[in-house]
């Protein structure tokens, strides 16, 4: 007889600047008791700006709350308005300041779970890369999300919910493949899966 797990998943949510969907994935999943972290895969951290073609750019490990100030200073009623300034405030109650997953040598995850189809593209390019070590697997599973603040909450239900269920299979390899295909035709968006190895 098989005893259920408590939350011993190690998770990992990506998107491309660490800022929207994944720090709204990762507030949401640890506040549920997720073994949980964020990162993002661009080369730099980009945010809305003045205009589209001058957006607001910092080095990955910019403190957030140097990013709040900063823009604050700059502008304090467009980031108010535009959410940015909302955004940051959460960031910095649940992390220093951005990560990029290509970055992370220490971790391992059973599951790293993207936003964006280009950043599930960079994630698997990057685990190539890599030379694997110990051929421990993780999965790799894309849900597109909408870079807004609406999509991003919904887009942390539906990665809540995954995880609750992957966190419920007796054999996460052998039985992902049934449970990703029964929750795509639940969310009715396709998702990507590939298994890495660290």
């Known amino acids: 007889m098989s005893t259920k797990r408590s939350r011993n998943l190690r998770i990992a949510v990506v998107c491309s600047s660490n800022m929207n969907r994944s720090m709204e994935a990762h507030s949401f999943l640890s506040k549920r008791g997720f073994n ?6 661009g080369n730099q951290v980009k945010l809305p700006g003045p205009s589209a073609d001058r ?8 403190p957030y709350d140097h990013i709040y100030r900063e823009l604050y200073r700059k502008d304090a009623h467009l980031y108010k308005q535009n959410g940015v300034l909302h955004m940051l ?8 300041f951005p990560q990029r997953f290509q970055d992370e040598k220490e971790e391992e995850f059973d599951l790293v779970i993207t936003a964006e189809e280009r950043v599930y593209d960079q994630l698997v390019e990057d685990f190539q890369q890599r030379e694997a070590q110990s051929y421990t697997p993780v999965h790799v599973i894309n849900i597109d999300i909408t870079d807004n603040a609406e999509e991003a909450t919904l887009g942390a239900f539906q990665i809540c919910e995954l ?26 968006r396709h998702l990507l899966h590939t298994v890495a190895f660290y």
């Not at 957006?55 to 910019?62: C, G, K, L």
């Not at 405030?89 to 220093?96: C, M």
């Open 55 to 62: 957006p607001n750019v910092y080095p990955f490990t910019t």
């Open 36 to 41: 949980v972290k964020s990162y993002g895969t």
């Open 89 to 96: 405030d959460r960031n910095r109650r649940i992390k220093k």
């Open 163 to 188: 995880c609750e269920k992957l966190e419920k299979l007796d054999d996460l390899d052998d039985d992902i493949a049934e449970t990703l295909e029964l929750f795509e035709k639940k969310i009715r």
